[in-house]
């Protein structure tokens, strides 16, 4: 089915824009027709800009801004919620939206809505645009039937979890830059000063300091074999990255990194608080406890938490509690298995999840920041060292030639 652009006015005289789905354009206009728009351009939606294929991309499932989503996703439950129909709703956020790719995603949508398939579906067809999460909430507020109040709650979900991210790069960018700096500043002074200074001592006659032996075979093999160790860390980090896409080697690196002393527990709390949210979203939208474990599996962003789920999945569905399926895998964090079981007693699963996430991620973001506060003078301190050991491996056969020239 081909994507056309049209502009039309409607029966009260107003301008209208949007994307229609058709096999042919003679089917897009009686399409048009019959919702009673007077059509005064149709065009195939495949406009070439730059030489690529914006239409084409938008079909395959570019990821929409997180951003731009959450502002229209906001603006779509208040207007769902005041009884507003979804293909109106979807029409108005489209029209009002200043991003391009949110304007044409939701006319795509609302043009499915239009032609009889449900919210969920029509947003599926949109390939990448709407993550699995996304579309298993609409989908369990429309079984529901309060796809208003249950895209609030996705809102409030997205903020969140985009306000984690932005804290999460803005604690590290500044020990980013210093440590690329710090790099850059020592590569410099081995590869550039160091021979310059070094061709000096080959006029002495004398044996040169341990020290400064050793730093001029380094700045030696850095010059001389500088590419090629470039070349084998990027190499490395290519097989490396490519390793990490098989299920069994991402596995093995999880469970390795779980281990370590204190990372091992931040990024474990981390995971498990975002399984949190996702679960206590999707079951406080009306899903099953079933349904929101495998729907919330996929957001886990560890291979071992995710074995976890799927464990804890198939105990549930056997008959077996919650919290006790979490347990006997050891994968969770002990707090969020408590809150788990407080939740069963209560009946209020969704909520204690909720305050399980809350604290994970605030006990998690106070130790980054700690973290980062004391890695960014542990860099200087660390550039610093560097730099005096070269400076010193320098000046020894200087001093050492000072003293024998006085005797």
Known sequence: MAAFEYVAVDTEGRRTKGVISAETARAARRELQRRKLML??????????????????????GRLGSGELVLATRQLALLVSASTPVEEA?????????????????????????????????????????????LAVVSAGEAAGALGAVMERLADYLERSQT????MMAALVYPCVLFVVAIAVVTALMVFVVPR???????????????TRILIN?????RDWGWLIALALAMGGFVFAR????DDFRRAVDRTILKLPLAGRLIRDAGAARFARTFATLSASGATVLDSLKAARATAPNMVLRDA????????????????AMRKTGAFPPLMVHMAASGENSGELP???????????????????????LLEPAIIILMGGLVTLIILAIMLPILQLNTSAMF
Not at 42 to 47: N, T, V, Y
Not at 197 to 211: A, I, K, N, R, W
């Open 40 to 61: 005064l351009k149709l065009a195939p939606a495949a406009e070439k800009r730059g030489g690529l294929n914006l239409s084409g991309l938008l079909n395959r499932g």
């Open 90 to 134: 979807l029409n108005a956020v489209a029209l009002q939206s200043d991003s391009a790719a949110i304007r044409r995603t939701l006319l795509s949508v609302r043009d499915r809505v239009v032609e009889g398939r449900r919210l969920s579906e029509a947003m599926s067809l949109e390939g990448r645009a709407f993550s699995p999460l996304y």
């Open 164 to 167: 984690m991210q932005r804290k």
């Open 197 to 211: 200074v070094v061709e000096q001592f080959s006029t002495l006659g004398q044996d040169l300091p341990l020290l």
């Open 218 to 222: 380094i700045s030696g093999g850095m």
């Open 243 to 246: 390793a990490l896409k098989q």
């Open 309 to 324: 789920v799927t464990a804890a999945a198939a105990d549930v569905q056997e008959g077996g509690a919650l919290s006790t």
């Open 351 to 373: 909520a204690m999840f909720d305050k399980a996430a809350d604290y994970l991620e605030n006990e998690f973001e106070t130790v980054t920041q700690v973290a980062m506060n």
